[in-house]
């Protein structure tokens, strides 16, 4: 598919699908992240690991691909910097974010891969979850726009999925059987309540569950996605100061299946959430979400 048609394409999904509010409240997109309340601890402290990397205080901080800047911590970014650049694909997207950040932020309807700013004016640039929507060669402009953006001595924080984590694939084991185990135990209990709605009728709620007021599942179709690994990026950006550190080392699906309240799953994912700070490299290499952390070129800043 062409680059264009590709950008239009994932435009298109996100005004039509990713960004708009689903019954429950939250975006469409949101039912890509485990919201439940045991990982929420892990999960927002894994958000705030992009403070640490961002050099305050600054006038403008970029967000390449900002969404509606969807999860309370995201708010955090933008501490300390006088204004929020806004830059999506998605106009609904920047109307969106319009309603969290108000007058500190500014909104563009632009390509990452190739924005119409002037060179060297950004203080720090966060990018989180965007770049893999682009075909690799675009991801490669998207680095380079990073590059002349921003200021001398300035860096951006980038948060991507690697298309395979090591260590997921090591644990991909425990995944299936706590999936098959979990398929079980929901097939029972909706026996057992189907048992007792057949034995109870008037106990069934008129607009329950299985009522007429039964939110109706949304077919949804993904849009493109081309994630890449370690090796891609060192090589790319061989001329480039970055690091590799872990976002966050294990995949939504490994949450869902295997972190549950019953079994300690907070205990173990503040377990895992010490790890990781002891070894951010090698879980940012391993696991399935690098951060990294994107330092403007000493080259750049000669031109
Ligand atoms: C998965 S969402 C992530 C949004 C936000 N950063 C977050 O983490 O919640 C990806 C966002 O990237 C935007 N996007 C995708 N391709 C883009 C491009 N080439 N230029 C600008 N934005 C793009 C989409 O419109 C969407 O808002």
């Given at each position: 598919?062409?680059?264009?048609?590709?950008?239009?394409?994932?435009?298109?999904?996100?005004?039509?699908?990713?960004?708009?509010?689903?019954?429950?409240?939250?975006?469409q997109?949101?039912?890509?992240?485990?919201?439940?309340?045991?990982?929420?601890?892990?999960?927002?402290?894994?958000?705030?690991?992009?403070?640490?990397?961002?050099?305050?205080?600054?006038?403008?901080?970029?967000?390449a691909?900002?969404?509606?800047?969807?999860?309370?911590?995201?708010?955090?970014?933008?501490?300390?910097?006088?204004?929020?650049?806004?830059?999506?694909?998605?106009?609904?997207?920047?109307?969106?974010?319009?309603?969290?950040?108000?007058?500190?932020?500014?909104y563009?309807v632009?390509?990452v891969?190739?924005?119409?700013?002037?060179?060297?004016?950004?203080?720090?640039?966060?990018?989180?979850?965007?770049?893999?929507?682009?075909?690799?060669?675009e991801?490669?402009?998207?680095?380079?726009?990073?590059?002349?953006?921003?200021a001398?001595?300035?860096?951006?924080?980038?948060?991507?999925?690697?298309?395979?984590?090591?260590?997921?694939?090591?644990?991909?084991?425990?995944?299936?059987?706590?999936?098959?185990?979990?398929?079980?135990?929901s097939?029972?209990?909706?026996?057992?309540?189907?048992?007792?709605?057949?034995?109870?009728?008037?106990?069934?709620?008129e607009?329950?569950p299985?009522?007429?007021n039964?939110?109706?599942d949304?077919?949804?179709?993904?849009?493109?996605?081309?994630?890449?690994?370690?090796?891609?990026?060192?090589?790319?950006?061989?001329?480039?100061?970055?690091?590799?550190?872990?976002?966050?080392?294990?995949?939504?699906r490994?949450?869902?299946?295997?972190?549950?309240?019953?079994?300690?799953?907070?205990?173990?994912?503040?377990?895992?959430?010490?790890?990781?700070?002891?070894?951010?490299?090698?879980?940012?290499?391993?696991?399935?979400?690098?951060?990294?952390?994107?330092?403007?070129?000493?080259?750049?800043?000669?031109?």
């Amino acid at each position: 598919m062409a680059d264009d048609q590709v950008k239009q394409d994932v435009r298109r999904f996100y005004d039509q699908i990713g960004w708009q509010t689903e019954s429950d409240g939250f975006y469409q997109n949101a039912r890509y992240e485990d919201l439940r309340p045991v990982s929420a601890s892990y999960i927002y402290k894994c958000h705030m690991r992009v403070n640490r990397h961002l050099i305050r205080p600054g006038h403008f901080l970029l967000d390449a691909g900002s969404g509606p800047i969807q999860y309370p911590a995201y708010l955090t970014y933008g501490e300390e910097f006088a204004y929020r650049l806004c830059v999506d694909i998605s106009f609904l997207a920047m109307k969106e974010a319009r309603k969290r950040l108000g007058n500190k932020g500014l909104y563009v309807v632009a390509d990452v891969a190739n924005m119409p700013f002037i060179s060297g004016v950004i203080d720090g640039l966060v990018s989180l979850h965007t770049l893999h929507h682009l075909p690799l060669a675009e991801q490669r402009k998207a680095y380079n726009e990073f590059d002349r953006l921003l200021a001398h001595g300035k860096v951006a924080v980038i948060v991507n999925g690697w298309t395979e984590s090591r260590l997921m694939k090591r644990w991909a084991w425990l995944q299936r059987i706590m999936e098959s185990a979990g398929a079980k135990i929901s097939s029972s209990r909706r026996k057992n309540s189907e048992r007792s709605a057949e034995e109870f009728p008037k106990s069934k709620p008129e607009n329950g569950p299985s009522g007429k007021n039964k939110p109706q599942d949304k077919k949804v179709t993904g849009t493109f996605i081309e994630k890449l690994d370690a090796q891609w990026l060192r090589r790319e950006l061989a001329e480039n100061d970055i690091q590799i550190l872990v976002w966050r080392s294990v995949s939504v699906r490994f949450l869902r299946a295997v972190i549950h309240s019953v079994l300690a799953g907070k205990l173990l994912l503040a377990l895992l959430y010490m790890l990781e700070e002891k070894y951010p490299s090698y879980f940012g290499v391993n696991g399935q979400y690098p951060l990294v952390v994107f330092h403007k070129s000493e080259s750049m800043d000669n031109r």
